[in-house]
Nanobody, 129 residues
Framework: VQLQASGGGLVQPGGSLRLSCAAS???????MAWFRQFPGKDREFVAAIRWSGGNTYYADSVKGRFTISRDNAKNTGYLQMNSLKPEDTAVYYC????????????????????????WGQGTQVTVSS
């Protein structure tokens, strides 16, 4: 599966951005997620969505501000980011896991970066005045 992330940029605090992740190649309709990476740090979980059923899971730091969604027809996932803060500044990566994980595995494993199969190239999000 090839993943193409886009939509990053520079935004002022309180602003919004929408990231997109287009998937192509072998079907990977299991779980799509977003992680982010701060300079010198490991990637951290942001949000995940289960293609089947649309279940979503968020990191506490973004809950209520970010919304993950998917468009089955376009094979594309999205991360709508509102009320952005300077501490959201990072490189954002989309990732997928194939198959159709049962719901219990989704809740326990979706936040673990090693659970995923394919990664996009990352898109920079900078929140600054």
């Amino acid at each position: 599966v090839q993943l193409q992330a886009s939509g990053g940029g520079l935004v002022q605090p309180g602003g919004s951005l929408r990231l997109s992740c287009a998937a192509s190649g072998r079907s990977s309709r299991g779980v799509m997620a977003w992680f982010r990476q701060f300079p010198g740090k490991d990637r951290e979980f942001v949000a995940a969505i289960r293609w089947s059923g649309g279940n979503t899971y968020y990191a506490d730091s973004v809950k209520g501000r970010f919304t993950i969604s998917r468009d089955n027809a376009k094979n594309t996932g999205y991360l709508q980011m509102n009320s952005l803060k300077p501490e959201d500044t990072a490189v954002y990566y989309c990732t997928t896991r194939g198959g159709n994980p049962i719901l219990s595995y989704f809740w326990t494993d979706a936040s673990k970066k090693d659970w995923y199969d394919s990664w996009g190239q990352g898109t920079q999000v900078t929140v600054s005045s």
